[in-house]
């Protein structure tokens, strides 16, 4: 494990790895909600308004968190490759 300059490269290497995989697990868990949203036989006022309100709305900050976690670990991965090159790793 090399440490330089204050960064453990392989740990900050990992935690990139890390929040990209907790990203696509949520990007899973957002299209099986959908699905069972769409899918299900609720019917009425409140039904509509979940289903054309509320489930968009949440999905949106769902995939925000997603994508957000997705570019933080791309940083951070991004980070670890800028520190082993400047190391001559």
């Given amino acids: 494990m090399a440490i330089t300059h204050g960064m453990n490269v392989e ?9 990209q995989t907790v ?4 990007n ?3 299209g099986q909600l959908n699905s069972q949203v769409n899918s299900t036989t609720w019917v009425g ?4 308004t979940f ?13 925000a968190t997603a ?10 991965l991004n980070n670890a490759a800028a520190q082993e090159q400047a190391s001559g790793r």
Avoid: C, M, Y
């Avoid at 990203?23 to 949520?26: D, F, K, Q």
């Avoid at 006022?45 to 509509?48: E, F, N, P, S």
């Fill in 11 to 19: 740990e900050v290497k990992a935690l990139g790895r890390k929040l």
């Fill in 45 to 48: 006022q409140d039904a509509t």
């Fill in 67 to 76: 994508d957000g976690l997705n570019g933080f670990g791309q940083s951070a």
């Fill in 28 to 30: 899973s868990i957002i």
């Fill in 23 to 26: 990203s696509g697990e949520l």
């Fill in 51 to 63: 289903k054309t309100q509320w489930w968009p709305d949440h999905q949106r900050h769902l995939k």
